[in-house]
């Protein structure tokens, strides 16, 4: 008989669209996949705690991510609310891709994450011409997350990203990790997922998405402005003012397993036209 999950199936977020398949554009050959092990108990989540060991126990004491209802609005034609496996069906189920992850703090990962790219969802909403910044913003309910009794951060986390971000074809939103739906831990049910930016770009369990006209200010760029910038792209000629940014940990690759960190996380052939002639020094 299996063993029963510690974690009951109620609490896990949208089952919708699974099982997946691999899009063999994205099928990870050359690159050594983070254990499941790891990807879902090495967390970053400020709404929980700031000890990334203990993300998966507190958020999965009831806090709760089905039904989970997403907005989309601001600028656009057709603003609509969704709950998220009726969005994950209307836009035509999900895919599995496996994206290289690289936090600022100078440590990586290789994870194989389900969901479907940014830019389906942005077709659906039809942006006005005016629309050239997309916000997200996670959930408020210092209730079940208790960082957020805490105001470490001005809750609630916002990221952004421009149009041309964002309607790329890596932009990715993630509804699942592993085949699997997306752990509470991992920012269930759905989370956006930017592989050629630092870690904090990628928003966990969003509620809503806004299109601007204005660069909003994303929560990381407005704790520490002259840390943190809006694009935070992985750079290792950029250094963070209190580390290098040359190199990276392997999370779960074993004792000091390091290897040097590359342009926009190795994703320049996709990403590096939307950034010819910005100064990336400058635009940190
Ligand atoms: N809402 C929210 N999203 C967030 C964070 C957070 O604290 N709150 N942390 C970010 C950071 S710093 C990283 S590295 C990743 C971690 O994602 P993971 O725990 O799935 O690896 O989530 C990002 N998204
Ligand atoms: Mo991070």
Same mark, same amino acid.
């Given at each position: 008989?299996?063993?029963?999950?510690?974690?009951?199936?109620?609490?896990?977020?949208?089952?919708?669209?699974?099982?997946?398949?691999?899009?063999?554009?994205?099928?990870?050959?050359?690159?050594?996949?983070?254990?499941?092990?790891?990807?879902?108990?090495?967390?970053?989540?400020?709404?929980?705690?700031?000890?990334?060991?203990?993300?998966?126990?507190?958020?999965?004491?009831?806090?709760?991510?089905?039904?989970?209802?997403?907005?989309?609005?601001?600028?656009?034609?057709?603003? /609509?609310?969704?709950?998220?496996?009726?969005?994950?069906?209307?836009?035509?189920?999900?895919?599995?891709?496996?994206?290289?992850?690289?936090?600022?703090?100078?440590?990586?990962?290789?994870?194989?994450?389900?969901?479907?790219?940014?830019?389906?969802?942005?077709?659906?909403?039809?942006?006005?011409?005016?629309?050239? /910044?997309?916000?997200?913003?996670?959930?408020?309910?210092?209730?079940?997350?208790? $960082?957020?009794?805490?105001?470490?951060?001005?809750?609630?986390?916002?990221?952004?990203?421009?149009?041309?971000?964002?309607?790329?074809?890596?932009?990715?939103?993630?509804? $699942?990790?592993? $085949?699997?739906?997306?752990?509470?831990?991992?920012?269930?049910?759905?989370?956006?997922?930017?592989?050629?930016?630092? $870690?904090?770009?990628?928003?966990?369990?969003?509620?809503?998405?806004?299109?601007?006209?204005?660069?909003?200010?994303?929560?990381?760029? %407005?704790?520490?402005?002259?840390?943190?910038?809006?694009?935070?792209?992985?750079?290792?000629?950029?250094?963070?003012?209190?580390?290098?940014?040359?190199?990276?940990?392997?999370?779960?690759?074993? /004792?000091?397993?390091? %290897?040097?960190?590359?342009?926009?996380?190795?994703?320049?052939?996709?990403?590096?036209?939307?950034?010819?002639?910005?100064?990336?020094?400058?635009?940190?």
């Amino acid at each position: 008989m299996a063993m029963p999950s510690l974690i009951p199936q109620a609490l896990a977020g949208a089952t919708a669209g699974f099982p997946v398949k691999v899009n063999p554009k994205f099928d990870g050959s050359g690159l050594d996949l983070t254990s499941y092990k790891y990807v879902t108990s090495y967390n970053n989540f400020y709404e929980f705690t700031t000890d990334k060991g203990g993300v998966k126990e507190l958020a999965n004491q009831g806090w709760k991510t089905d039904p989970w209802t997403i907005k989309i609005g601001g600028l656009v034609e057709n603003p /609509f609310k969704a709950d998220v496996n009726e969005l994950v069906k209307k836009l035509g189920g999900i895919e599995e891709r496996i994206y290289r992850f690289r936090c600022v703090e100078a440590w990586s990962m290789v994870v194989p994450w389900d969901g479907f790219p940014l830019r389906k969802l942005i077709e659906l909403a039809k942006p006005k011409s005016s629309a050239r /910044f997309l916000k997200f913003t996670t959930f408020v309910d210092p209730k079940s997350a208790p $960082g957020q009794k805490r105001r470490t951060i001005d809750w609630p986390y916002v990221e952004a990203l421009n149009m041309a971000e964002a309607t790329n074809d890596l932009a990715f939103v993630a509804t $699942g990790v592993y $085949g699997k739906p997306l752990p509470n831990q991992n920012g269930a049910p759905i989370r956006l997922v930017v592989p050629w930016k630092y $870690g904090f770009k990628s928003i966990k369990s969003i509620v809503k998405i806004e299109f601007t006209s204005k660069r909003p200010v994303n929560t990381w760029q %407005q704790l520490a402005p002259e840390e943190y910038g809006f694009y935070a792209n992985v750079n290792p000629e950029v250094d963070h003012p209190r580390w290098s940014q040359a190199s990276e940990r392997i999370i779960g690759g074993g /004792f000091s397993a390091r %290897q040097p960190t590359l342009l926009f996380n190795g994703y320049e052939k996709e990403v590096g036209h939307i950034y010819k002639g910005v100064n990336l020094r400058l635009l940190y």
